[in-house]
């Protein structure tokens, strides 16, 4: 399974963009998806994590209220709306899948994409 994520970018604070991860190889409709982001210095932190059928989101305490996450089956890609975005949203976004929804938190991941970088400039 691949995973290629995209959209990141420099944005000024309290502006907004869209992050979108493609994912090739196996069947994307079985998999629990999630967004992590990592800084320089800090653990990589779950943003949020979306369920098979996109019935169950769960999101980080920190981007509750601003970012959505969202899935579209039919085109194995899982996005993250963010909006109100802020300085200490500044890292690279990752996104992968964890082998189901108890373990989106916690999971130790032993490959990542190589993910995207979001800058906000305050």
């Known amino acids: 399974v691949q995973l290629q994520a995209s959209g990141g970018g420099l944005v000024q604070a309290g502006g907004s963009l869209r992050l979108s991860c493609v994912v090739s190889g196996g069947t994307f409709r079985n998999y629990v998806m999630g967004w992590y982001r990592q800084t320089p210095g800090k653990q990589r932190e779950l943003v949020a994590a979306?369920?098979?059928?996109?019935?169950?989101?769960d999101y980080g305490d920190s981007v509750k209220g601003r970012f959505t996450i969202s899935r579209d089956n039919a085109k194995a890609t899982v996005y993250l709306q963010m909006n109100s975005l802020k300085p200490e949203d500044t890292a690279v976004y990752y996104c992968n899948r964890p082998p189901n929804w108890l373990l989106r938190r916690t999971f130790e991941y032993t490959t990542w994409g190589q993910g995207t970088l979001v800058t906000v400039s305050s």
């Open positions: 979306i369920s098979t059928g996109g019935s169950m989101t």
